[in-house]
């Protein structure tokens, strides 16, 4: 197996047993030998899965030093999802897109339409990742008039739970915001992915 695919694995493996108790908050993990050992790899294959942990926050400690289960993060409140994120955040991709039957519904467009897309990493204070935003449009972008937001959930795909720090499938909320001009026609959907376990949603009942 290729070295990236097994310390994904691993880093997969040590999140499952962090969930089911095995290590708890601020309980120190085996040294990357140790635990090399364990699971029959060579130590720097550990040492990259304590990397993508502590880059995601489910580890907290330094390069070369003991590592140990982050605290969980501090709550947050969404009241507006139409709000700009007050922190820093990370343009992740920006692939343009085929309208899908959901986004061409959304957007008013032919399905197969090709719309600009980006996915931006928004980070809390302390550089983790705290909420996705995937946005869709056509053309140039534009100043909206309005937009609403509807509250869903969805079960996180390989690459979503890879940058919130999650376990595949685990699921979060996602808020469908659509941003439309003022002859009410949408310019902008986006999906807005928010960890349960970092979020409370507590939506207005319309868009500004």
């Known amino acids: 197996m290729p070295e990236l695919a097994r310390h994904r694995r691993i880093a997969a493996d040590i999140r499952r047993r962090i969930a089911a108790g095995e290590w708890r908050p601020g309980e120190s993990l085996p040294s990357r030998a140790e635990l090399a050992a364990e699971l029959g790899v060579h130590p720097q294959t550990v040492r990259l899965a304590y990397v993508l942990l502590r880059r995601t926050g489910v580890l907290e400690g330094e390069e070369r030093k003991a590592v140990y289960v982050a605290h969980p993060p501090a709550m947050r409140t969404l009241t507006d999802a139409d709000a700009p994120w007050p922190f820093s955040s990370e343009t992740t991709d920006t692939r343009p897109r085929p309208a899908t039957v959901d986004l ?34 056509r053309g140039q972008r534009r100043p909206h008039a309005s937009y609403t937001a509807e509250l869903g959930c969805v079960e996180l795909a390989e690459e979503q739970a890879h940058a919130l720090g999650l376990l595949v499938d685990t699921t979060a909320f996602r808020v469908t915001r659509t941003r439309f001009d003022h002859d009410g026609r949408p310019l902008e959907t986006a999906d807005l992915i928010l960890p349960m376990d970092r979020w409370l949603i507590r939506l207005a009942p319309t868009g500004k």
């Open 104 to 137: 061409a519904e959304r957007l008013d467009v032919r399905v197969g339409t090709m719309l600009r897309h980006e996915t931006v990493e928004c980070l809390d204070p302390g550089g983790r990742s705290a909420m996705l935003v995937s946005s869709w449009w």
